[in-house]
């Protein structure tokens, strides 16, 4: 069997030091170390900011339908993290946008299905003020806006409606708001 490059993951060490490339399904059932992101798209509304999160689509290999970032995925073997950022964001949401690097963590997550996801996750924002339009309904079931207050106190009231990494991500986030000038 042969992969093309889409299906190919970065594997990573701890320090994100790129150690190899494993298939996509291979890197998710053996829960090997891979490179991550997760954008943010953000938008002020008088005096608090709204963040446009995404719910996963119900046949999604894993974590359908729960609701995450705005979107997220792996950047391909020579790809930097901004352009694969940008790159998803224009396939998931039908979004362009500026994106710049707040942090990145690295979490573990076991799956009812077997498949384990090993991330070190590079948290990406952006602004973003328009309407979403003709996002891909194959990766997004629904999406919305909500503050970021109210998405915390719903990440600690119902955790199992958010994906694994979405509080780790966010905290990050809520610590660098002011790297978006509003």
Same mark, same amino acid.
């Given at each position: 069997m042969t992969c093309n490059a889409a299906d190919m993951l970065v594997l990573v060490d701890e320090h994100d030091n790129?150690?190899?490339?494993?298939?996509?399904?291979? =890197?998710? +059932?053996?829960? !090997? @170390?891979?490179?991550?992101?997760?954008?943010?798209? &953000?938008?002020?509304?008088?005096?608090?900011?709204?963040?446009?999160?995404?719910?996963?689509?119900?046949?999604?290999?894993?974590?359908?339908?729960?609701?995450?970032?705005?979107?997220?995925?792996?950047?391909?073997?020579?790809?930097?993290?901004?352009? =694969?950022? +940008?790159?998803? !964001? @224009?396939?998931?949401?039908?979004?362009?946008?500026? &994106?710049?690097?707040?942090?990145?963590?690295?979490?573990?997550?076991?799956?009812?299905?077997?498949?384990?996801?090993?991330?070190y996750d590079h948290v990406l924002i952006g602004k973003f003020a328009d309407d979403v339009v003709n996002f891909n309904r194959s990766e997004v079931q629904d999406y919305r806006w909500i503050q970021l207050s109210e998405l915390s106190e719903q990440l600690r009231q119902q955790p199992e409606l958010f994906t694994p990494w979405l509080g780790k991500a966010l905290e990050i986030v809520n610590q660098n708001l002011e790297l978006l000038n509003f």
């Open positions: 790129q150690i190899g490339l494993a298939e996509k399904m291979q =890197a998710h +059932q053996l829960g !090997l @170390l891979h490179r991550a992101f997760s954008v943010f798209l &953000l938008r002020k509304v008088s005096d608090h900011f709204e963040v446009l999160l995404q719910q996963r689509q119900a046949d999604k290999y894993h974590c359908g339908g729960l609701w995450t970032n705005t979107c997220c995925s792996h950047p391909r073997a020579n790809e930097n993290i901004i352009a =694969a950022g +940008q790159r998803r !964001l @224009l396939e998931e949401m039908n979004i362009r946008a500026d &994106l710049q690097p707040i942090g990145a963590f690295i979490y573990r997550a076991e799956f009812n299905n077997g498949l384990i996801e090993y991330e």
